[in-house]
């Protein structure tokens, strides 16, 4: 159960911070998000 609950956890951040979307000018949805509200 531990080893799904980190998966679950890995994938989220992935998904989130390290995944690169063309949208968004090629940068991570936190990237965005950052560089928005500066």
């Known amino acids: 159960m531990e080893d799904l609950k980190r ?4 994938y989220i951040n992935y998904y989130n911070q390290l995944r690169i979307k ?3 000018g090629g940068l991570s949805p936190v ?3 950052l560089s928005q509200a500066a």
């Open 7 to 10: 998966d679950i956890i890995d």
């Open 22 to 24: 063309e949208k968004l």
């Open 31 to 33: 990237q965005y998000r």
